[in-house]
């Protein structure tokens, strides 16, 4: 692992037939929407994760759980994809193929950027999942709730819950099954903002380098995954991605 210069990486992107690019929170630092593990302004330093971001926790104070993720889907309605969300957006539109983008975000800022295709790991904050299985034969099928907080099924009963995966749960199967692909079969892995705290998000960068990927991480600071990169950049996600993934200018 090696400070890299930027314009080695860039030739690298540049050059490379496929690339995969896994993105944390720290991709949506610059529009506003806070990370988890930063120390001042992370939601960690300030929220206990055990409380709201569980099932248990839901279940013990749902109210407190759902004004909890209303507040943060308000914040991701307010928030705009920045530089580095449009400049990812615009390199995966020029390559028409070979880029595959895995977030463990659960905003919607890749997706207003451009990129349909995201493989989203962590789920999805603006929908809404019912807490338990429905527990009729035929499953509520207008899923139509009745206002509250949290609110409820009109059919069920059931309580509704933020479509999010929390601590203890599975991943969704489909997405981590395509993102170990893509990580396996690419040529670059470009891994921005992620502490590299959580698993399985975080092996994706060893998957790629063991399949013989070339893996560069863009970060500001440490992570937890810095050893599997061959470069890093201590740089920020709007500030880095323009310079890397766009255009060049001549
Ligand atoms: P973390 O908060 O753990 O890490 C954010 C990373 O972004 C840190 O390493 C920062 O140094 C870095 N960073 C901060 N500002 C940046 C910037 N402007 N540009 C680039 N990097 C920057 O967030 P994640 O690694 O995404 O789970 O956390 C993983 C999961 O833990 C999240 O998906 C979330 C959380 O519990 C769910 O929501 C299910």
Redesign the pocket.
Known sequence: MHEASLQSVRERLQAAASVCVLT????S??SGIP????ALA?LWSRFD?AAL?SEEGFRADPQLVWDWYAQRRDAVHRAEPNAGHRALAAFVAARAGGVTVIT???DDLHQRAGCRDTIRL?GDILQDRWLEACPRTVACHARSAVPGRPPRCADCGNLVRPG??WFGEMLPVHAIDAAEAAARRCEVMLV???????WPAAGLAGSARAAGAFVVI????A?EIDAQAHAVLRS???VALPALLGTPTR
Do not use: L
């Open positions: 944390g929170a720290g991709m630092a610059e990370t988890f593990r930063d992370g994760p971001a463990q975000n659960v962590h999010v995966v921005v903002g992620t502490s590299g705290a959580v863009v970060n500001p600071h992570s920020t996600a709007a």
